[in-house]
């Protein structure tokens, strides 16, 4: 249905920066918009930020606002996120969503594979 390519995760120290990438790519018809969620040990996963592909509007979690800026590419159906001034509370498998309307399917949400983020000193 949706193939993922996500890349960029690995370990940073407190305070550096990090940039994720995710394309996706299948018999996709429409995009209606793309995010990236995190999941850290012990704990539920959780929206990160999110681009409607329609107008770029986004949404931040609270904890990351004013560190991670969320952008994409509609012509490569490509969502990436550039993140700054890391905490280690930031630590987590961040994963890759685009709500989509594939061929053969309704709308529906579709998850990447996951990359890990480590910040660490």
């Known amino acids: 249905q949706v193939q993922f390519v996500e890349s960029g995760g690995g370990l940073v120290q407190p305070g550096g920066s990090l940039g994720l990438s995710c394309a996706a790519s299948g018999s996709i018809l429409s995009m209606y918009d793309m995010g990236w969620y995190r999941q850290a040990p012990g704990k539920q996963r959780e929206l990160v930020a999110v681009?409607?592909?329609?107008?770029?509007?986004?949404n931040y979690a609270d904890s990351v606002k004013g560190r991670f800026t969320i952008s994409k590419d509609n012509a490569k159906n490509t969502v990436y996120l550039r993140m700054n001034s890391l905490k280690p509370e930031d630590t987590a498998v961040y994963y890759c969503?685009?709500?989509?309307?594939?061929?053969?399917?309704?709308?529906?949400?579709?998850w990447g594979q996951g990359t890990q983020v480590t910040v660490s000193s």
């Open positions: 969503y685009v709500d989509a309307l594939v061929s053969g399917y309704s709308p529906r949400g579709y």
């Open positions: 681009i409607i592909t329609s107008g770029g509007s986004t």
